[in-house]
């Protein structure tokens, strides 16, 4: 193992030198120093010409707010949910407990090759050959050397024992610099180019908890550190290279503030209960908190009203003996749908609730001396959200929801509260 580690430690320096000879080289030229390849933003909003622009929307047309906006708030929660991992674990453990697959190992260079496919069929991309290879090979060598540092410090175990390498996850790292790279170089051409390789590099994520090699924190914290090493090895490679090189000049785009906030978005939070499990007048239990993930969307006909819905997985450990949780937790598996409520406040900023109805799956639950069986019943939710716009096509949605379930228990009349809070990362559609 470590006559391995070596081994690609040596390829990587390896590749930062070939890089670094090959940028020099081209940068040896005298050309202008400018990067013609940054977007341009314009923000509008309805009185645009009385109203001054908010200062926190300024602050997204600089070049340091297009190399963060999506990799700090990933690594930002990766270390928020560390504390939390083994929540989330349950639900790989309560639904999908025997699954296996080696797609994933693939999957995270999927992107990656597509983008060499296109330039190879003479697709214009943003890059020439040069400079999309010297900028390829500087974000690897970055990344690989954050991830490998990160992974013989932290010497965090994985999910399933089988060493003490898990985090931070280098297949997410992967997934996600490829994804970057491809949308860098061919995002012009459609959003749903990057559409489809940050959801190639989500599917990657996801399975690495799926497949028990990784806990939920490796592979957010990986997924930033892959989106920032790729912004990192391309601001080299543009500083090196300058004008040169530069096929494909990037178009501005414009957020309006009043279109329609249509999305549709991966939902995950904490499952906090309010009420206690109660399965008849003589049994009641205490419960701790769990996990909930899904997919939440919705369709607006105007910038302040419109329809969707959300289906979720969810868990929460039932306490039976003081502080001791049930190996078996109370599950629910939940859709709803209804009214999405939308209320812009700047051209990045909105804020929102809504007002669902919806149909619970409970699955049987076995507990100490008791067996409670399945059960579906209707169920109730609101809640508050606060979105933010980080391009025209993505946005991460703060929210906070509070449902009303009925009891899992048909000798219960009782109806339980609960509350998730979380993140969602969302496109818009």
């Known amino acids: ?7 690609v430690l040596r390829l990587r320096t390896l590749v930062i030198l ?3 000879m090959a940028a020099a080289q081209a940068s040896a ?3 202008p120093d400018t990067l013609a390849a940054t977007p341009a933003l314009t923000l509008t909003a309805p009185d645009s010409t009385a109203q001054p622009t908010p200062r926190i929307d300024r602050l997204s047309s600089t070049r340091l707010y ?12 990766g270390l928020l949910v560390k504390g939390q991992d083994a929540h989330f674990r349950g639900l790989r453990h ?6 296996r697959s080696h797609v994933d190992d693939g999957m995270q260079f999927l992107p990656g090759l597509v983008m060499i496919g296109l330039k190879t069929a003479g697709v214009e991309s943003r890059s020439s050959w040069g400079r999309m290879i010297a900028s390829g090979a500087l974000s690897a060598a970055i990344m690989g050397s954050v991830v490998e540092s990160i992974k013989l410090t932290s010497k965090v175990e994985r999910p399933d024992g ?9 297949h997410t790292a992967t997934a996600f610099m490829t994804a970057t790279m491809l949308s860098k170089e061919y995002g012009h051409l459609s959003p749903w180019v990057g559409i489809g390789a940050y959801s190639v590099a989500t599917t990657t994520g996801l399975m690495r908890v799926v497949n028990n090699k990784h806990w939920l924190s490796d592979v957010l914290t990986g997924a930033g550190i892959g989106i920032i090493s790729t912004e990192l090895g391309y601001w080299v490679a543009d500083r090196l290279f300058r004008d040169r090189g530069i096929t494909h000049h990037s178009t501005a785009y414009t957020l309006d503030m ?6 549709l978005g991966i ?6 209960p309010l009420s206690k499990y109660d399965i008849d007048e003589q049994h009641e239990f205490r419960t701790s908190a769990g996990s909930t993930a899904g997919v939440e969307g919705a369709y607006f006909f105007t910038p302040y009203v419109g329809v969707g819905g959300r289906v979720t997985v969810t868990n929460t450990q039932i306490i039976t003996d003081g502080n001791v949780a049930e190996d078996h937790t109370f599950d629910a598996v939940s859709g709803y749908a209804g009214a999405y409520f939308s209320l812009p406040i700047t051209p990045r900023w909105q804020i929102g609730t809504k007002a669902l109805a919806g149909y619970v799956h409970y699955p049987r639950l076995r507990l100490k001396n008791m067996d409670i069986g399945t059960r579906d019943s209707a169920t109730f939710g609101t809640g508050v959200s606060a979105t933010y716009r980080a391009t025209d096509h993505y946005n991460a949605r703060f929210f906070v929801d509070y449902n009303l379930l009925p009891s899992h228990s048909r000798g219960s009349r009782e109806w339980m509260s609960t509350l998730a809070a979380g993140l969602s990362f969302a496109v818009a559609i």
Do not use: C, K, W
């Not at 089988?162 to 280098?170: K, L, T």
């Open 1 to 7: 193992m470590m006559q391995h580690r070596s081994l």
């Open 18 to 20: 070939v890089a670094l």
């Open 29 to 31: 030229q005298t050309v």
């Open 66 to 77: 297009q190399m963060t906006y999506l990799g700090v708030p990933l690594v930002a929660a």
């Open 94 to 99: 309560d639904y999908l407990p025997e699954y």
């Open 162 to 170: 089988s060493d003490n390498h898990s985090f931070p996850s280098g």
């Open 258 to 263: 009043m279109r329609r906030p249509s999305f």
């Open 267 to 272: 939902y995950v939070g904490m499952n906090i």
